[in-house]
């Protein structure tokens, strides 16, 4: 069967991350598997790790780039949406504070999904709102498992440090006061796709008057669960993610994160 689509150069990408699909290979091994000149084996790699789609190992030889993993990610992010709404709601209703889901784009992060708290002061983000990946709890979350090189270059001009965002990795969740806006805290959490790669960032926010300067301390237990929620969706075989999701957040602690005036 002829798998050509007629644009040469795609079709040998293609034939370059078939290969690399079964691990790691040598300019070699790649040569061999592909069937391609030298050349231009070596020319299709280093052009496609260019872009992301291939990378290095620790041996100089190449594998399948996480741009490919983040493709993969966007693909199901339907299905991550469709489970965020009832899960976001669960969460503003528990917390009595807002609630978002973050993913990343580029050096900016952009509020996918809301639940906005119904009544009084509240941190307002609007679906499709562009905020810094410099400040604020979500931020830290979808900076601190990045790779190195990515993580060094989003710490240039943070507020936050290396330091802090060893111990949210360390934790599982983040906090922030007054850095994203003054008057303004947020507790957030990783949520985690197919091999535990982070892709988006569950958080709440609200004034530091009702939040306090430890934020975490109120709420990274719930938004944790909620965060573990979504993960668990995405993790497993597509079907009714919103249906999935209505259970977001188990019923013992509904009553520890009501136990306080909304």
């Known amino acids: ?18 290969a690399l699909e079964a691990g790691p290979a040598s300019l070699a091994s790649l040569v061999q598997a592909t069937g391609l000149a030298r050349p231009t084996a070596h020319r299709l790699a280093t ?7 291939v990378a290095r190992d620790l041996q ?5 780039g996480p741009r490919l993993r983040e493709l993969a990610t966007a693909a199901g992010e339907d299905r991550l949406l469709e489970a965020a709404h009832p899960v976001l709601a669960r969460l503003r209703d528990i917390t009595g504070e807002s609630a978002q889901l973050y993913r990343r784009q580029g050096d900016s992060r952009v509020c996918v999904a809301g639940a906005e708290r119904l009544t009084g002061l509240r941190d307002t983000v609007p679906v499709g709102a562009t905020l810094t990946m410099k400040a604020g709890s979500a931020a830290q979350i979808l900076l601190a498992w990045e790779e190195p090189d990515r993580l060094h270059r989003g710490l240039r001009e943070a507020r936050f440090t290396a330091t802090a965002l060893s111990a949210v990795r360390r934790r599982g969740w983040a906090q922030s006061v007054g850095e994203r806006e003054p008057g303004v805290a947020s507790v957030s959490a990783p949520v985690r796709g197919p091999g535990g790669r982070v892709v988006a960032a569950v958080s709440v926010s609200g004034p530091i008057e009702r939040l306090t300067r ?3 301390r109120l709420h990274a237990q719930i938004v944790c669960a909620a965060a573990a929620k979504l993960s668990e969706v995405l993790q497993q075989a597509p079907q009714g993610g919103a249906a999935a999701a209505q259970q977001a957040v188990p019923a013992q602690q509904t009553a520890k994160a009501t136990g306080r005036p909304a």
């Open 1 to 18: 069967m002829d798998n050509s689509s007629g644009v040469g150069v795609l079709d040998k990408a293609a034939i370059v991350l078939g």
């Open 214 to 216: 430890q934020p975490g």
């Open 60 to 64: 100089g030889r190449f594998v399948l």
């Open 47 to 53: 052009a496609l790790e260019h872009h992301r789609l």
